[in-house]
């Protein structure tokens, strides 16, 4: 599709991936207890973390990004909509293979 193919900044080739970030269990500490502090970062505190942890800034913003989602996903479907799906049996958004 159309976002498939994104070029940021210096056009880099698609191909490019940044290898997986591999967090030190204090880098994982202090992020988690941001996290718990807000799940939201404002600019100011995700520029903050980056200097303190010596990480890039994308990379604590994919983290808290990875980090709700998981969130999300272990609380399961909260919406009135959903749990009614699911009562009826249309809802089956698996994110997990059995």
């Known amino acids: 599709g159309p976002r498939s193919r994104k070029m940021k900044r210096k056009e ?3 191909d490019e991936k940044r290898p997986r970030t591999a967090f030190t269990p204090e880098q994982l500490h202090r992020l988690k207890l941001e996290f718990d502090v807000g799940k939201y ?3 100011e505190r995700r520029q903050a973390l980056a200097k303190e942890l010596a990480l890039n800034e994308s990379q604590i913003k994919i983290w ?4 709700r989602a998981k969130m999300k996903k272990v609380s ?3 919406n009135p909509l959903a749990l ?3 009562a009826e ?3 089956n958004h698996q ?3 059995d």
């Open 84 to 86: 009614q799906l699911m």
């Open 12 to 14: 880099k080739k698609a």
């Open 64 to 67: 808290f990004q990875n980090k």
């Open 76 to 78: 399961g479907p909260k």
């Open 95 to 97: 994110t997990h293979k």
């Open 89 to 91: 049996g249309l809802y």
């Open 41 to 43: 970062l404002t600019e």
